[in-house]
């Protein structure tokens, strides 16, 4: 009988093959990205730009004294009330002046009390003959300088009253603290900045444009503003001040947009995106009349890689998580980002960022892809929003 142990040993070393060779199972990679919601909007809307909302008025509050600081009452985010304490500062130097102020003027009305009595027996005896009209003379005029003596005493201390007060800090308006810049401890000169009050009332969306845009600005001052928070509310406004110089770092000019119908909802500090007309005399352009286009970010445009040329293209996501590369028709390049006239119907998720790693089919997880917010359009009440999500730069 013929022994098996060679045939067994030639089968485990084909198995051992077999499982050598087989390649072990590697699960696909899959992508972060940054996406955006393409979105049609008005063609003549497509001029905004993103800024902050800001109080019409900013207080930086100071004390009229130098001093110590002993105390600060309020923080950042504070909401005050006019005539609130805010700070104090180290008094009893203030305080001793004033009591040495009080000291002088009770001297003062002292010698005006003796020169007036003075005056008054000397003018009796004037008009009994017993003393000269010179001698007469001399005490009226002791008598106006202990008047003129009195009143500068009197002054003084005012003055001395007032800069004791000064060492309490008040707020002279309702508003809200946004900066503290002194703390207990620290010796302030007279006008340093303690704490910012920006004011309740009227606020501003502040944004920064380009001079090129500058004669489109001026000539369609109405605006409409969304927050970056709540992008499905309008907010209209009108241009309020122009700066008259550019900025010397970003050459950009700072506009302020007035809130007409500021509302609770409005808060300093928050981003928006304010949106002006497209066209610089304010007509509609009769080419762009009724045309919808979407506007994506620079970062989001690649292009396709065929026999027929390289042509505009972007990677949009399906329903599967899965990326498929579209080609589109350009409408335009501005500062503000692309804006796309064909290839999409709109509402696709559009990766804005990492294209130029992507292949055809490849698993992505989509950062940033939440409800694309808006950005206002000019060309009526109802124009569509654009994505803030990775939105297009502005001018600013």
Same mark, same amino acid.
């Given at each position: 009988?013929?022994?098996?142990?060679?045939?067994?040993?030639?089968?485990?070393?084909?198995?051992?093959?077999?499982?050598?060779?087989?390649?072990?199972?590697?699960?696909?990679?899959?992508?972060?990205?940054?996406?955006? !919601? #393409? /979105? &049609? $909007?008005? +063609?003549?809307?497509?001029?905004?730009? @993103?800024?902050?909302?800001?109080? %019409? =008025?900013?207080?930086?509050?100071?004390?009229?004294?130098?001093?110590?600081?002993?105390?600060?009452?309020?923080?950042?985010?504070?909401?005050?009330?006019?005539?609130?304490?805010?700070?104090?500062?180290?008094?009893?130097?203030?305080?001793?002046?004033?009591?040495?102020? !009080? #000291? /002088? &003027? $009770?001297? +003062?009305?002292?010698?005006?009390?003796? @020169?007036?009595?003075?005056?008054? %027996? =000397?003018?009796?005896?004037?008009?009994?003959?017993?003393?000269?009209?010179?001698?007469?003379?001399?005490?009226?005029?002791?008598?106006?300088?202990?008047?003129?003596?009195?009143?500068?005493?009197?002054?003084?201390?005012?003055?001395?009253?007032?800069?004791?007060?000064?060492?309490?800090? &008040?707020?002279? +308006?309702?508003?809200?603290?946004?900066?503290?810049?002194?703390?207990?401890?620290?010796?302030?000169?007279?006008?340093?900045?303690?704490?910012?009050?920006?004011?309740?009332?009227?606020?501003?969306?502040?944004?920064?444009?380009?001079?090129?845009?500058?004669?489109?600005?001026?000539?369609?001052?109405?605006?409409?503003?969304?927050?970056?928070?709540?992008?499905?509310?309008?907010?209209?406004?009108?241009?309020?001040?122009?700066?008259?110089?550019?900025?010397?770092?970003?050459?950009?000019?700072?506009?302020?947009?007035?809130?007409?119908?500021?509302?609770?909802?409005?808060?300093?500090?928050?981003?928006?995106?304010?949106?002006?007309?497209?066209?610089?005399?304010?007509?509609?352009?009769?080419?762009?009349?009724?045309?919808?286009?979407?506007?994506?970010?620079?970062?989001?445009?690649?292009?396709?890689?065929?026999?027929?040329?390289?042509?505009?293209?972007?990677?949009?996501?399906?329903?599967?998580?899965?990326?498929?590369?579209?080609?589109?028709?350009?409408?335009?390049?501005?500062?503000?980002?692309?804006?796309?006239?064909?290839?999409?119907?709109?509402?696709?998720?559009?990766?804005?960022?990492?294209?130029?790693?992507?292949?055809?089919?490849?698993?992505?997880?989509?950062?940033?892809?939440?409800?694309?917010?808006?950005?206002?359009?000019?060309?009526?009440?109802?124009?569509?929003?654009?994505?803030?999500?990775?939105?297009?730069?502005?001018?600013?």
């Amino acid at each position: 009988m013929k022994s098996t142990y060679p045939i067994v040993v030639l089968l485990a070393a084909l198995m051992l093959l077999q499982a050598c060779g087989e390649k072990t199972a590697v699960a696909p990679d899959v992508r972060p990205v940054r996406v955006t !919601r #393409a /979105t &049609l $909007v008005d +063609a003549q809307g497509v001029n905004t730009f @993103a800024g902050e909302i800001r109080a %019409r =008025y900013e207080t930086d509050m100071s004390f009229r004294v130098a001093g110590k600081i002993l105390s600060r009452a309020v923080d950042a985010g504070a909401t005050v009330k006019k005539g609130q304490v805010l700070a104090r500062l180290d008094a009893q130097d203030a305080n001793l002046n004033a009591v040495s102020a !009080r #000291a /002088t &003027l $009770v001297a +003062a009305e002292s010698e005006l009390d003796y @020169a007036k009595a003075e005056l008054t %027996r =000397y003018d009796d005896l004037l008009a009994r003959k017993f003393v000269s009209q010179g001698v007469y003379d001399q005490k009226l005029n002791a008598h106006k300088a202990a008047v003129a003596k009195r009143d500068s005493a009197r002054a003084q201390a005012g003055v001395s009253g007032n800069q004791a007060a000064y060492t309490t800090l &008040l707020a002279d +308006a309702d508003g809200v603290v946004t900066a503290v810049n002194a703390e207990p401890g620290q010796v302030v000169n007279a006008g340093q900045a303690v704490v910012r009050i920006a004011r309740l009332g009227e606020k501003d969306a502040v944004i920064n444009i380009a001079e090129n845009q500058l004669a489109t600005v001026k000539a369609n001052p109405q605006a409409l503003i969304a927050l970056w928070a709540n992008p499905d509310k309008r907010y209209a406004g009108r241009v309020r001040e122009i700066a008259a110089a550019a900025d010397p770092v970003t050459r950009t000019y700072t506009v302020k947009v007035k809130i007409e119908d500021a509302d609770d909802a409005l808060r300093w500090g928050m981003s928006a995106t304010v949106g002006f007309a497209g066209a610089a005399t304010g007509e509609p352009n009769a080419a762009a009349l009724g045309q919808r286009v979407i506007l994506l970010p620079m970062t989001a445009l690649t292009q396709t890689d065929d026999k027929s040329g390289a042509k505009p293209a972007v990677w949009v996501v399906g329903a599967d998580g899965r990326v498929r590369l579209t080609p589109v028709a350009v409408g335009k390049y501005a500062e503000q980002g692309v804006t796309v006239v064909g290839g999409l119907a709109g509402g696709e998720t559009v990766v804005t960022a990492g294209v130029n790693k992507l292949q055809p089919g490849q698993q992505v997880k989509p950062l940033g892809a939440e409800a694309p917010s808006a950005a206002p359009g000019t060309s009526g009440a109802g124009a569509a929003p654009v994505a803030q999500a990775d939105a297009p730069k502005s001018n600013n």
